[in-house]
């Protein structure tokens, strides 16, 4: 099982990003799927996730209204749209899956304001 995540970058706030989550040796729609984050000196915080039946989704208050979750079973890859992007956004970003304990290596957003 892997995580490769990719999409981080720089955006001027107010900007927009969309990070992928491609998943290796499972079926990536069958599970709950997060996405996390973790800034400089802060611990790692969950940001998004999507429930493997349904796919219903659920946010931090912090992000609620900018950012959105969702898979696409063809490519195996989940995704979260980040909209309205602010400086506070800036952090290294993760997914990961709980059932078996798998995080990727991370893809950095760095926010300028």
């Known amino acids: 099982v892997q995580l490769v995540e990719s999409g981080g970058g720089w955006v001027q706030s107010g900007g927009s990003l969309r990070l992928s989550c491609t998943a290796s040796r499972f079926t990536i729609i069958d599970y709950a799927m997060t996405w996390y984050r973790q800034a400089p000196g802060k611990e790692r915080e969950l940001v998004a996730t999507?429930?493997?039946?349904?796919?219903?989704?659920n946010y931090a208050d912090s992000v609620k209204g900018r950012f959105t979750i969702s898979r696409d079973r063809a490519k195996n890859t989940a995704y979260l749209e980040m909209n309205s992007l602010k400086p506070e956004d800036t952090a290294m970003y993760y997914c990961?899956?709980?059932?078996?304990?798998?995080w990727g290596r991370g893809t950095q957003v760095t926010v300028s304001a």
């Open positions: 999507i429930t493997s039946a349904g796919g219903s989704t």
């Open positions: 990961f899956l709980p059932s078996v304990r798998v």
